[in-house]
């Protein structure tokens, strides 16, 4: 069963707009979240994360939103532009050793000029 | 850049035959991590590594095996493929385990016919 869901295969946003990545988790043992962005045919990118004590965090255009009793978390993109045209992936773990991460199926970002 | 390469990068076989993976690394990392990533799946842990010959299995093990004789390589071995087993294959290291982000190969592209 798929601990963690990302509800849209797909999402197209305008150039200059926000974009809005949505993420959900059912383990409550999750307390570390990352997403990841992904080109065609190139391994997937680190791009921000966040753990459970926090509840944001900011790097440049992107921010990431935790909602731990919601277990909801959100990737803002603004200002949206075309080279963000990606798919997009939500990934938790646990606090363990090995850092097993659980990845969503994935959001795929088009960004439109 | 992680320094991590994956070989072959593309390979077809057929069914039955034993089909063997490589992730090498150049920065000497403990913990190295098998992906697949499928459609509709997103991406899911084979096998990972913790050190040299220490080894445990992930979600999706079966139907695979791992090796890591030196510290740069991690070996993934389809003893004999099967179709089902038709995926992209992603290599991963971790800079240390606990909360950290791991940094992804190029990827394997197999085709079991």
């Known amino acids: 069963d798929q601990q963690v869901k990302q509800n849209s295969p797909s999402l197209s946003v305008q150039e200059g707009r926000i974009s809005i990545l949505n993420c959900d988790y059912t383990?409550?043992?999750?307390?570390?979240f990352l997403w990841y962005k992904k080109y065609p045919a190139e391994g997937p990118t680190f791009l921000i994360s966040?753990?459970?004590?926090?509840d944001k965090n900011e790097d440049g255009r992107f921010t990431v939103f935790l909602n731990k009793s919601a277990k909801h978390l959100s990737l803002h993109i603004v200002p949206s532009q075309p080279g963000d045209s990606a798919v997009y992936f939500c990934?938790?773990?646990?606090?363990?050793?090995?850092?097993?991460?659980?990845f969503g199926t994935g959001t795929r970002l088009t960004v439109i000029p | 850049d992680a320094g991590i390469t994956q070989s072959p990068r593309h390979k077809v076989t057929e069914t039955g035959t034993p089909v063997t993976l490589r992730c090498h690394q150049t920065?000497?990392?403990?913990?190295m991590y098998w992906y697949r990533q499928d459609p509709g799946h997103g991406l899911r842990l084979i096998h990972y590594?913790?050190?040299?010959?220490?080894?445990d299995k992930g979600e999706v093990s079966d139907g695979y095996s791992v090796s890591r004789s030196k510290t740069e390589d991690f070996l993934l071995t389809l003893e004999s493929a099967t179709s089902s087993q038709t995926s992209v294959y992603f290599c991963?290291?971790?800079?240390?385990?606990?909360?950290?982000?791991?940094?992804f190969g190029p990827g394997t592209r197999l085709t079991v016919l």
């Open positions: 383990n409550s043992m999750f307390d570390y």
């Open positions: 920065e000497n990392h403990r913990y």
């Open positions: 991963a290291i971790s800079t240390s385990g606990g909360h950290n982000e791991q940094f």
């Open positions: 966040i753990s459970s004590i926090k």
């Open positions: 990934a938790a773990s646990e606090e363990t050793g090995a850092n097993n991460l659980f």
């Open positions: 590594s913790y050190g040299v010959k220490d080894t």
